[in-house]
């Protein structure tokens, strides 16, 4: 029995090592161009949190309809609202996250950016 372990160890192994390289070479090219992957998040997620905030709350649409507003290749981009706050999220998951909130008489204004 001892020996069935082995071989299948040895199977295992050039996966569990291509995984490795493959997450290495993922977070150094993370790590090279996270500045620009944030600008570009940071952007994207406000203007599609502005437009989905003024298709919802100024236009009265309903939210799935607000995601088909967005310009083309923006899919990773994910919404959700706030129908108590009249508020819209767009986040991309684990990097960037943007709130515009609808207000009477400015219509949807961005949260403040950090910078």
Known sequence: MATANKAGDKRRTPWLKLLAVVVLIGGGVAWY????????????????????????????????QCKD???PGMAAIWLSEDEAA??????????????????????????????
């Open 33 to 64: 161009y996270g500045d620009i992957i944030d600008g570009y998040a940071q952007a994207g997620t406000g203007y599609a949190a502005k437009t989905a905030c003024s298709c919802r709350f100024i236009g009265g649409r309903e939210m799935g």
């Open 69 to 71: 507003d967005l310009m």
């Open 86 to 115: 009249q508020s819209v999220t767009a986040s991309v998951p684990l990097v960037e996250s943007t709130t515009a909130t609808y207000r009477d008489g400015y219509g949807c204004v961005l949260e403040r950016w950090d910078g």
